[in-house]
């Protein structure tokens, strides 16, 4: 039995053609033809395009932004309002979570009452109410938790 260390079992290496190797077995020494006039000149004058650049013909973005007209400064806080996310209070959450329970609970008499071909019109009312006042719950929350944070953010800043 072999192991893969144990090269016994393995053929023999076969030495690479004499075409390649110049006839001893050894690399042949690589023949450069001598450098032209016009190698040197090009990557010295700098006015030539030799480097390629990574990013093309790109620009900062507020330089684009600023040829459009638009202010990258608001377009920057936009996207730090949007990316921040405005986490709701234990007690806000309680009261939003039970708010939720109360929807649940008219969804599912909405449910009984279509199965059991009921009149179900008051149950798709109360719950399209109850849909628009646990939006407005949550928005109000969020806008408020987003005040509170700017201004103690705004008081942080100045007392820097």
Known sequence: MSSWADASDDPPLEQAPAEYTGGGGVRPRLQLKPRS?????????????????????????????????????????????????????????????????????????????????????DFRVAAEEKREELNGLVKGFHDLNLKERNERDAERRETR
């Open 37 to 121: 006039a016009t190698a040197g000149k090009s990557t010295a004058s700098g006015g030539g395009h030799s480097k390629s650049n990574p990013f093309g013909a790109a620009k900062p973005r507020e330089e684009v932004l600023a040829s459009k007209g638009i202010d990258a400064s608001l377009v920057d806080k936009r996207v730090e309002q949007k990316a921040s996310v405005a986490r709701l209070t234990a007690d806000q959450d309680r009261e939003v979570e039970d708010l939720r329970k109360e929807l649940t609970e008219i969804e599912e008499k909405l449910r009984e009452a279509n199965e059991m071909e009921l009149p179900e019109e």
